[in-house]
């Protein structure tokens, strides 16, 4: 393998599930409903040559444990849609020996069809959801719903918090996702504000004050499976939302346009 491939490839996963950026990768606002792959008659990758890439590919990344989950023809020849483990969209060559990192532009219908695809990856079934290992807010009359993962050390959580602080009529689940690699001590700190007479108002208060409750003893807390949930789910980063209509969006946003993204994202 070579270093420069490597080195790109890492920097695509990154990009992927980085969800600490200012304003977040929003797929809530790609409407696409059909896959890239209409390159061809049927929209179908030749085995052969979904064979050829599916085993370069993950010949060549293996220590990366880096697994092909589809290929798909695109509307130029011989350029492939590749979703990788982890639900990253990358583009290669029939033979698999070339790939190329970034969005792929319609210029006619000027939209990505990149961030398209991404969200039809990327769709929850909110109603799924097991809200009652999230920490519930309502504010207001609580019309308008979203699930959050989220790490309470996580800066840009913090920073989403104090966007949703002004807002009202609004019911937001919160899922706490610690990312032990990022923040060590983000799970003791979610046990912690679980464990707490009234965890929506520890909650509020350490991520919006930066006030921690007073210790208490850990309690039964469903930390690790919403952790598991948020990676089951294709989450990498935080904060990432899922609104109603199953949409996703990874990263911050400010006021107003969080709430615009909110409201244009109901069932």
């Not at 937001?172 to 983000?186: K, Q, R, V």
């Not at 707490?196 to 991520?207: E, F, G, L, V, Y």
């Not at 904060?239 to 109603?244: D, K, L, Q, R, S």
Request: proline share 6%; charged share 20%.
């Amino acid at each position: 393998m070579k270093r420069n491939t490597l080195t790109v490839l890492a920097a695509a996963l990154l990009i992927a599930a980085c969800g600490q950026n200012q304003v977040g990768t929003t797929s809530a606002q790609a409407a696409g409903k059909t896959a890239i792959g209409t390159g061809s008659a049927n929209g179908k990758t030749d085995a052969s040559v979904e064979q050829t890439i599916r085993g370069k590919l993950e010949k060549a990344y293996a220590e990366q444990q880096i697994k092909v989950l589809s290929v798909h023809p695109t509307p130029l020849d011989n350029l492939y849609e590749v979703v990788l483990s982890g639900k990253t969209v990358i583009y290669t060559d029939a033979k698999g020996d070339y790939m190329i990192v970034g969005d792929f532009i319609d210029i006619k219908n000027r939209k990505s069809l990149t961030d398209e695809r991404t969200a039809q990856l990327s769709a929850v079934e909110y109603d799924s959801l097991p809200f009652d290992m999230a920490i519930k807010e309502v504010r207001g009359n609580g019309k308008l719903q979203v699930a959050v993962f989220s790490d309470p050390d996580c800066p840009y959580c913090k920073r989403l918090e104090h966007e949703f602080a002004k807002m009202t009529d609004i019911t937001i689940y919160n899922f706490m996702m610690p990312l032990a690699g990022l923040h060590p001590d983000g799970a003791r700190k979610a046990q912690q504000i679980w464990c707490q007479p009234d965890r929506t108002a520890a909650w509020t208060k350490w991520m919006r004050e930066g006030k921690m409750p007073p210790q208490v003893p850990v309690c039964d807390n469903p930390v690790n499976e919403t952790v598991s949930l948020g990676e089951q789910l294709g989450f990498h980063g935080t904060p990432a939302i899922v609104f109603p209509n199953g949409r996703t969006q990874a990263g911050y946003t400010p006021m107003p346009q969080l709430e615009k993204i909110i409201k244009d994202n109901q069932k």
